[in-house]
């Protein structure tokens, strides 16, 4: 495939293909017409939604970025020691900024060769490639356009003899369900060597369910906006008449799965007509979306999780709180 940038030490390359916009239409049509509504959460993040996340995670109570943030402040040049990585993938990379702390790491460290961004926003990799090169002199940048849940199979080899990290920061592993996160943390073990590679996962801890509860409906009501933002991305991208201003953000901690749901609740009755799939969706009054689930773990969680996937534990860090984790692990032999 020819890349869409290459320069300076950067190459960038999109696998987003035309028509992939379908998994939009396609996620939607499948999510509204079950018996309990459900979309991804994948969909809240376009422009707008993106702007509002970054406000949230500077909010009082929303606690899971500065903390993974503190973690890699205290540790990362213990995890570059610890592993001798020379290149690191991230996926769901954005802006890459908490990563820069341990790429920075790699380069005090002299091992440093090789970042992989991986994220949809193509405008997002190029920017970020671009400044990374200027900052870290000698850096080479593969950054790669496309969805982590569909496009691992794109990550370059590592080079030989060189150590590689795989990161899934921000405590994202938390949004699949129990099943479809181990699937997709064996797709990540095929990235790694044995002995040689490691993935640096972070998750959000179980703790006081009020604590949990407030981080995602805050005072200032950015969570609710954000959450009804998706409402936005559908009048918008497939033609819907969602009265967005008609819908109530719901978040709350269940305790059995331990996990936090974000939902929408429909304050009356209503038709919805969502005019690219020529789908007519009726909400019944107090009727919930469910927009999000964000799993908390706990160290047998995490241990098990890893495990099924064909994953050692080797560390886990913390922040001065015991709030949020990053976990190192390594393919089993």
Known sequence: MEPLLQAGGVVVRSFLAAGEDRALADDVLDGLTRPFKELPPKHFYDARGAELFDRITELPEYYPTRA??????????????????????????????????????????????????????????????????????????????????????????PEAGVPRIVAFLGGTIGNFPPGSRRRFLRGVRRLLRPGVDHLLLGTDLVKDPAVLEAAYDDAAGVTAEFNRNVLHVLNRELGADFEVGAFDHVAFFDREHEWIELRLRAQRHMHVHVGALALDVAFAAREELRTEISAKFTRRRLDGDLGAAGLRLVRVLTDPGDRFALSLSTPRR
């Open 68 to 157: 993974e943030r503190e973690i890699l402040v205290a540790h990362a040049a213990d995890v570059v020691a610890l592993t001798g990585a020379g290149e690191l993938v991230e996926l769901g990379s954005g802006t890459a900024a908490k990563t820069r702390i341990l790429l920075r790491a790699m380069h005090d460290a002299g091992t440093l060769r090789r970042y992989v961004p991986l994220d949809v926003t193509e405008s997002m990799v190029r920017a970020t490639a671009g400044e990374l090169v200027q900052e870290l002199p000698g850096l080479e940048v593969h950054g790669i356009v496309g969805d982590f849940e569909r496009h691992l199979a794109e990550v370059p080899p």
